[in-house]
């Protein structure tokens, strides 16, 4: 019923920036919290940056000051814009999002299918 789809992932030099969009698609009532997270290769997959609809954001120490995660809640979309990228940010990136559909009175979690980012050094 609602699908997040990421997009923008890639190969960047470390230093670099890309910029991941991830869109919600479906039955959408609203949507609450939008989070990004990702999972490097043998490691646990981890909250990078966090997003509520009132504009609220906090971000993982390791991102801080480097990251930046922001919102167009008419589209429905989580922007994450990575600058000074680091061999150590190579992981898939995922999508997190709390949706409430249409007709429904609760917030459900869906997550998207990942986008990889690499970046060599």
């Known amino acids: 019923q609602v699908q997040l789809v990421e997009s923008g992932g890639g190969l960047v030099q470390a230093g670099g920036s890309l910029r991941l969009s991830c869109v919600a698609s479906g039955s959408i009532y609203s949507i609450n919290a939008m989070d990004w997270y990702r999972q490097a290769p043998g490691k646990q997959r981890e909250l990078v940056a966090h997003?509520?609809?009132?504009?609220?954001?906090h971000y993982a120490d390791s991102v801080k000051g480097r990251f930046t995660i922001s919102r167009d809640n008419a589209k429905n979309t989580v922007y994450l814009q990575m600058n000074s990228l680091k061999p150590e940010d190579t992981a898939v990136y995922y999508c997190?999002?709390?949706?409430?559909?249409?007709?429904?009175?609760?917030?459900?979690?869906?997550w998207g299918q990942g986008t990889q980012v690499t970046v060599s050094s």
């Open positions: 997190n999002a709390d949706v409430r559909l249409i007709l429904t009175p609760y917030y459900t979690n869906y």
């Open positions: 997003s509520t609809s009132d504009e609220s954001t």
